[in-house]
């Protein structure tokens, strides 16, 4: 089992700055493939990015490339999502997950989910 707590969300204004937390215990975090999903009010859940055990592999959705960035520090058992340039369409609750092996943009390529944390963004 693997536990996910995801922390940092919060309301901002577009153009700025949010960075996400999640925060993993139980078996060894540096196994697995480790994800961000977003849940827009009232719509299914999406694909955000994914990174690799070691670090040295990311993927992102169209829609975040160039603005988000995901990364890891198996030392501290956490996973980031450093977001930058929000705009409103980025509005949603953002879930980590676990899992792997491969770097998949489904939910069904993950077995372990956090609780998610509100990201608001004001136009």
């Known amino acids: 089992q693997v536990q996910l707590v995801e922390s940092g969300g919060g309301l901002v204004q577009a153009g700025g700055s949010l960075r996400l937390s999640c925060a993993a215990s139980g078996r060894t975090f540096s196994n697995y493939v480790m994800a961000w999903f977003r849940q827009p009010p009232g719509k299914e859940r999406d694909f955000v990015a994914a990174?690799?055990?070691?670090?040295?592999?990311?993927t992102y959705a169209i829609s975040v490339k160039g603005r988000f960035t995901i990364s890891k520090d198996n030392a501290k058992n956490t996973v980031y999502l450093q977001m930058n340039s929000l705009k409103p369409e980025d509005t949603a609750v953002y879930y980590c997950?676990?899992?792997?092996?491969?770097?998949?943009?489904?939910?069904?390529?993950?077995?372990?989910w956090g609780q998610g944390t509100q990201v608001s963004v004001s136009s």
């Open positions: 997950a676990a899992g792997g092996p491969l770097l998949a943009a489904t939910t069904g390529g993950y077995d372990y």
């Open positions: 990174i690799n055990w070691s670090g040295s592999t990311t």
